[in-house]
């Protein structure tokens, strides 16, 4: 809170485009520490009125690079946007890397919640990959992959292939889809793929299935 604040502080109120920060945070935002941790809940809107307080006391170099931060914002309007991009990332990875700077965080969600990835995977089951659901939620695809493990007791790829093979049992069980078709239709662009991928899960070919189990 402001009243918090000691007497001969300065503060500095930044405020920066959601897709600017997205390009600013590369793989700052799969680190596993507090301040990578609250940008990622506040870009995915898990918390709302609260705030990060960092100390950095007298630290010359920070006071360099919010300077240059400001210089190119009220005195090079024009070029702004590219000078600017690349301070502010400098700014976060001086932020993360400095054991000086002290940190408090208030309402941050103790972990992040694994439901909602989940509900991506069963959204998107036809298209999704550990690659783009890591990029989406900021994770590293070790760090997201050993997430899902752990709350899951599977892997992505279990997870994925659970969720694909359920949807084609329905699809060969009531549709009169070609075999084909029902591979695309759950992510697969080789029928061959999806075979093997639904007899290594159920035992036995999708034809043999439909024959069995089409209503």
């Given at each position: 809170?402001?009243?918090?604040?000691?007497?001969d502080?300065?503060?500095?109120?930044?405020m920066?485009?959601?897709n600017t920060f997205?390009t600013?945070?590369?793989?700052?935002?799969?680190q596993?520490?507090a301040?990578?941790?609250f940008f990622?809940h506040?870009?995915l809107q898990?918390?709302q009125?609260?705030y990060?307080?960092l100390?950095?006391?007298?630290?010359?170099?920070?006071?360099?690079?919010?300077?240059?931060l400001?210089q190119e914002?009220?005195?090079l309007?024009t070029?702004?946007c590219?000078?600017?991009?690349?301070?502010?990332?400098?700014?976060l990875?001086?932020?993360?890397?400095?054991?000086e700077?002290k940190t408090?965080t208030?309402?941050l969600?103790?972990?992040?919640?694994?439901?909602?990835i989940?509900?991506?995977?069963?959204?998107n089951?036809d298209?999704?990959?550990?690659?783009?659901?890591a990029?989406?939620?900021?994770?590293?695809?070790?760090?997201?992959?050993?997430?899902?493990?752990k709350h899951?007791g599977?892997?992505?790829?279990?997870?994925l292939?659970?969720?694909?093979?359920s949807?084609a049992?329905?699809?060969?069980?009531?549709?009169?889809?070609p075999l084909e078709?029902?591979g695309?239709q759950?992510?697969?662009r080789?029928?061959?793929?999806?075979?093997?991928?639904?007899k290594k899960?159920?035992?036995?070919?999708p034809?043999?299935?439909?024959?069995?189990?089409?209503?």
């Amino acid at each position: 809170k402001v009243e918090d604040v000691e007497p001969d502080s300065v503060i500095f109120n930044i405020m920066v485009r959601a897709n600017t920060f997205r390009t600013a945070s590369g793989s700052f935002m799969t680190q596993d520490n507090a301040i990578a941790s609250f940008f990622r809940h506040s870009l995915l809107q898990e918390t709302q009125g609260t705030y990060l307080s960092l100390h950095t006391d007298n630290d010359r170099f920070l006071k360099r690079i919010v300077k240059h931060l400001c210089q190119e914002c009220y005195l090079l309007p024009t070029v702004f946007c590219d000078f600017a991009t690349g301070i502010f990332q400098q700014l976060l990875c001086y932020l993360m890397l400095s054991s000086e700077v002290k940190t408090e965080t208030l309402h941050l969600p103790d972990r992040f919640s694994i439901i909602r990835i989940l509900h991506d995977i069963q959204e998107n089951f036809d298209t999704v990959t550990l690659k783009t659901l890591a990029q989406k939620y900021f994770f590293s695809e070790e760090y997201l992959s050993r997430l899902i493990k752990k709350h899951t007791g599977r892997t992505f790829s279990e997870t994925l292939l659970e969720i694909r093979i359920s949807q084609a049992k329905l699809l060969l069980a009531r549709t009169n889809e070609p075999l084909e078709a029902v591979g695309n239709q759950i992510g697969y662009r080789e029928y061959a793929t999806f075979s093997r991928a639904f007899k290594k899960k159920e035992g036995c070919t999708p034809a043999c299935y439909r024959q069995e189990h089409h209503e």
